[in-house]
């Protein structure tokens, strides 16, 4: 990468719920603000994007379309949808990123797609097992990175090692804290806590150079006893879908006892506005997209009802990942890793009764 | 059991974090409530007891004292103090009801310990792999029962199986709703989604005779999609710490909010107090506290900070499980689902590679 040369940031255009709308808008909001400071790549429909660029008065922004005739649905399954749809944004768009052609992709659409294109046509760094994802919680005092968000739900002890190095260092990345705190999700704080296969994960961790601080538990989370929390993607996806359940079931709970009387409706009125409001930096556009960690390049994953701003932010989080090189980093950490540990690793993996 | 004579509760006197002064005063809430409708055994240090008894005029009420010379704290090793201190009230209380000399025994001591006597004691019911606990939410529109809530961390499928059946006759009793509806607790509605263990279970809990409805997500928890809901011990406890710690994280939030102004100060002092309010029934204390499922006897467990009201709720609620005989029925149905799906289960564990 030239660093005379302005990135190239390849949008997945017609990816998200509002697609291709929001991806334009959010596109063009980000060369705006940044006063095109990189490059964009609109992926998808020559046409319909044409039209969107012209209504948004575009001129005068540093981006153009590359065309793709085909789109792949939140209803497509992911793996069947790769092989019947070759001309799909996603699969353009990450060839683009792939062939050099853009320094990073980004995409709002169907996540389980973006995860198997990703890896398929990236591949993986050496020594992951398999690419992760996390997830920023805006805890009290700090951002809380849950790394895996919900990617692999059957994972052997070596996998959340390397969820807590690849997690490590995108928290860094992001929050500019050098060697971040990295816990283990688990049912007690003592040593010994929990299933085999976090209890493996505990000596690894342990034997790291990270800034391993031991096991936190569940109510620990929001507490943000530790920068980086490591768990499996079972665990993480029910945790955060059990989370984000929650605003919605307190706001059920105020209506119901503001039904009781015209002041407790009045109160109930404040309340759920001051609930909002407290609560305002849980909104996923805040955060943009999520890095898939692992991976050989960068491939951004946002949220599939990324609003223009969401989309911005997205965009915006794969400039910093590609100017930062992410996965040279990782790459880099893993091999360190692999080398000092080698000996140990593989005696540990044989103890490993679910090998 | 004679029905014409009174059924006597084994209470653990020495047990929770305000013991014996809230195990007393709970106990002597029940019988006042009831008009004696039963008999409570305090087990405990017989001097401090009958101090209590003396300070809380007890008189007239059918409460009569067992000694036990020493105690278990929150802080002693399950196995170890089990072992150590033969003449705990724990030990002596759960001995009283193997023994046929209580009908059931109540206790809001170390929650491992009182598991371990237990299961070491009373022994499991045939066909139970491991005793299991479930805990009550106060769900959208009713209660649901996230069992396993914590006790085992490492499942087999068959225990996942076992946990469906025994929360399922355990709601039953609680609720009177005949033939609940029980859920997985997975990361996706579909069928196969999940981790091998959970797959599994999906395809023993589909050939049951239960009111099985299939997967539901982390989000699903508090919107009732399912009166039980079935996890292992791992996840279980990891979601009810976090759950537990939403309340606090909510009110740092709104604190914090608050600081911007003395009229946001105002709204966000009657918001937490609507709050308060509106999530007044996830108070442990409303419960009481909940049976050992698949012990062979009837052990129920309250929560350490019980209040006196914890303490009568959690009686009361043994009184009601005494009455119903919970593990004759558990029993009952395991044994038939044995021998109903005697070969297919045992087909099913071979082919699971954790076995």
């Excluded at 050099?100 to 198997?116: E, M, P, Q, R």
């Excluded at 990617?151 to 090692?161: A, E, G, K, S, Y």
Aim: overall charge neutral.
């Amino acid at each position: 990468m030239d660093p005379s040369l302005k990135l190239r940031i390849a949008v997945d255009a017609m990816g998200g719920d509002f697609a291709p709308v929001n991806e334009v808008a959010g596109s063009l909001a980000a060369l705006r603000e940044t006063n095109n400071a990189f490059e964009v790549l609109l992926v998808g429909k020559e046409q319909e994007l044409r039209e969107q660029l012209q209504k948004a008065h575009a001129e005068g922004l540093s981006c153009s379309i590359v065309p793709a005739t085909e789109v792949i649905t939140m209803e497509d399954s992911p793996t069947a949808a790769l092989k019947q749809k070759k001309d799909s944004s996603l699969a353009v768009g990450i060839r683009l990123h792939q062939e050099g052609k853009a320094d990073a992709f980004v995409s709002a659409g169907n996540t389980g797609a973006v995860l198997s294109a990703t890896t398929l046509i990236l591949g993986r760094i050496k020594g992951v097992s398999r690419p992760t994802i996390g997830t920023f919680l805006p805890a009290e005092g700090g951002l809380c990175l849950l790394v895996d968000a919900g990617t692999n739900v059957d994972c052997r002890p070596r996998q959340l090692f390397e969820f807590a190095i690849m997690g490590s260092i995108y928290y860094s990345l992001v929050t500019k804290k050098e060697r971040p705190t990295v816990a283990l999700l688990n049912v007690g704080e003592e040593k010994g806590k929990g299933t085999e296969v976090v209890i493996e994960a505990f000596k690894m961790l342990e034997a790291s150079n990270l800034n391993f601080v031991g096991n936190v538990e569940g109510r620990d989370i929001l507490k943000k006893k530790a920068d980086v929390v490591v768990c499996d993607g079972f665990v993480g996806n029910i945790i955060l879908k059990f989370g984000e359940s929650i605003p919605g079931f307190l706001k059920g709970r105020l209506t119901r006892f503001a039904d009781e009387g015209i002041i407790r409706k009045l109160i109930v009125g404040l309340a759920k506005g001051s609930l909002k409001n407290a609560l305002k930096d849980f909104d996923p556009n805040v955060e943009g997209g999520v890095p898939v960690l692992g991976a050989n390049g960068i491939s951004i994953i946002g949220h599939g009802s990324s609003t223009p701003t969401g989309i911005k932010n997205m965009i915006l989080r794969g400039v910093e990942v590609a100017q930062f090189q992410l996965h040279k980093h990782i790459e880099k950490a893993l091999s360190a890793s692999l080398s000092i540990e080698q000996t140990e690793l593989s005696a540990t993996a044989g103890e490993y009764k679910g090998e």
